[in-house]
Every structure is written in structure tokens, then in C-alpha cells.
């Protein structure tokens, strides 16, 4: 999907592929950063799809016990409808776009993007008092905006290193143990803590997600790691 960029703007991806030289490993695929450092002694886990008041408390209480930090990428219809709750994740977590209802029409130009951001910018400044800087498509799709769209609106796209494949799983033990097969350093890990229009297929609610969540927490200590938001991830990516 995000190869369709490079595809697009043969120039551009050079051009990224020169940047990343400058950094240890790369980190960009397609103008989407799709893992941290090695180094970074850190994983980021991201929740799509919420808030939803029927998973996200629990999830936020899992973080809590263990105490981690992670970065949900909201739906602005989900956020409008849940400001408290929305609020609650902001305080100690970190907060992206997921755009507004999970649609994949405004990735068809960049002024359908722009139009969608019209929409979802005023929620977040309304809810949060602030703008926010990291995106994640939906379905991962990116379409036609690349990243001069994205810099233009100050973005940073997030893809994944890895899927939990949680919106399929019916079995919290079995997402567990697909995590804690992939977990290494800098890794990105999605998982989704709501349940988006048209986002997933599967049982329809996020209890695998829930029961998988301590053993995923655990097996992060357990390898001397730290889970963290993209933002921190981003920080001790920096090459030293
Ligand atoms: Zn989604």
C-alpha cells in the first residue's frame, strides 16, 4: 500500500531512502514509519479504532497494572461521541488521528484529505486543546497522499511492524502468543481498542484484545523492554 507512494514519486522515495542513511536502520517505508530503533530499548503499542467505552477502560486499566504507556489512533466520531473517555486516554497516553469514521474516500486526493482533516482537526482541538501530529490510515491504506500532503498538514504517518491480527482472533492466548513471537526492540505493534465502521472482521468485539493485553505487557518486562508512546519511541530512535 504504501509502496503505491514510491510507485508514484520514484524522486521522492529516493530521496527518503538517501535520508535514512543517516540513521542506523530505516525506519520509513513509503513516508510511513513503520518501527523504531533496535536500540531504542522500547515498543510501541497502538490501539485503532476508539475510543469505545466498552473496551478502552479496560485497556487503559491493563496499562495501568503494568505501567506502560501507548499511543491510540481515534476516530474523531468515536472521540466526539466519548469526550470523557477521550480525555481520560489523553492524560496519560498519547493521542493520533485515525482520521473520522474509518472511511477510505479521503485518501483518493489530496483535497478529499484535506476536507477530511477540515472535519477532524476542530474535534481534536475542541476535546484536547491541540492538533494532532501522528496519523494512522485507515486500514493502513494511504492511497494518493504521500508524504508532501502529510508534511503539509504536519503528520507523521504510522504504519506497523507487526499486526496482533487482533480484530480476527476470538482467543486472547492465541493473540498473545502471536505478539510475544514478534516482539523485539523498536517494534510498533497494533492492536485496536474500538471497533471502526467497516474496520474489521471477526467476533465484533475487542475481548481477545482485553484477555491478550497482560501477557502482552508481560512478556514486554520480561524482555528487559520498555512500552512506551510513539512519541518516546520517536525520541530514543534518534541516532546518537
Ligand atoms: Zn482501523
Known amino acids: ?57 479496560r485497556i487503559l486499566d491493563a496499562l495501568a497494572e503494568a505501567d506502560a504507556r501507548a499511543t491510540f489512533f481515534f476516530l474523531a466520531t468515536a472521540m466526539a461521541a466519548h469526550p470523557a473517555l477521550t480525555r481520560e486516554v489523553a492524560a496519560r497516553h498519547e493521542i493520533g488521528t485515525h482520521l473520522h469514521d474509518h472511511s477510505l474516500a479521503p485518501m483518493r486526493s489530496p483535497a478529499a484529505f484535506a476536507a477530511e482533516l477540515a472535519r477532524v482537526l476542530p474535534i481534536h482541538a475542541q476535546l484536547l486543546g491541540q492538533r494532532p501530529t ?28 507487526f499486526s496482533s ?39 465484533g468485539h475487542r475481548e481477545a484484545t482485553i484477555a491478550a493485553l497482560p501477557a502482552i505487557l508481560a512478556a514486554i518486562k520480561e524482555r528487559g523492554l520498555a512500552a512506551v508512546t510513539l512519541a518516546e519511541l520517536a525520541a530514543r530512535s534518534q541516532p546518537r
Open 134 to 161: 501522528r496519523l494512522r490510515f485507515p486500514h493502513g491504506h494511504a492511497g494518493r497522499i504521500g508524504p508532501a500532503e502529510l508534511r503539509e498538514h504536519g503528520l507523521t504517518a504510522y504504519h506497523w511492524t
Open 165 to 203: 491480527e487482533d480484530s480476527r482472533a476470538f482467543d486472547g492466548a492465541v493473540v498473545a502468543a502471536r505478539v510475544r513471537l514478534r516482539l523485539a526492540p523498536g517494534a510498533i505493534v497494533l492492536l485496536h481498542d474500538g471497533r471502526g465502521p467497516g474496520s474489521t472482521q471477526g467476533p
Open 1 to 57: 500500500m504504501f509502496d503505491l507512494i514510491a510507485a508514484r514519486a520514484p524522486g521522492l522515495w529516493r530521496g527518503l531512502n538517501h535520508a535514512r542513511l543517516a540513521v542506523e536502520v530505516p525506519l520509513l517505508r513509503g513516508g510511513a514509519v513503520y518501527r523504531g530503533s533496535p536500540t531504542s530499548g522500547a515498543v510501541a503499542l497502538t490501539f485503532d479504532d476508539g475510543p469505545d467505552p466498552r473496551w478502552t477502560p
